[in-house]
């Protein structure tokens, strides 16, 4: 195991916590149910890049073989895409931002 590593993944998993805590308490007035699925997909995608991070570090560290452990690179490339999709459409004219 690599402690550097493994230090990497307990501080942005600490990052996520705290980015958790930050969103929960952010509150955004929607104006259909689909914006508040919109906004719940791009608070749940920003939170889950930390830990996803988070957890890419710990098992690059805990696996013997890291080549086996590259696909789960997939994961924040499919957060940031959702993210950015997410608030692309937040944004457009006619939607309300969070407060």
């Known amino acids: 195991m690599n ?6 993944a307990g501080l ?5 916590l705290r980015s958790l805590v930050t969103w929960l308490r952010t509150e955004f007035e929607a104006r259909s149910p689909g914006e508040q699925i919109l906004f719940a997909l791009h608070v749940t995608a ?3 890049m930390w830990f996803a991070f988070a957890g890419f570090f710990a ?3 805990v696996v013997d073989d890291p080549g086996h452990f590259a696909p789960f690179v997939m994961i924040p ?4 895409a959702l993210q950015l999709l997410t608030g692309f459409f937040l944004a457009q004219p006619g ?3 969070h407060r």
């Not at 490339?77 to 940031?80: E, S």
Request: aromatic share 4%; proline share 0%.
């Open 3 to 8: 402690v550097v590593e493994l230090t990497l």
């Open 12 to 16: 942005l998993a600490v990052a996520g």
């Open 46 to 48: 920003r939170v889950g």
């Open 59 to 61: 098992g690059y560290a």
């Open 77 to 80: 490339i499919t957060l940031a």
């Open 95 to 97: 939607t309300r931002s």
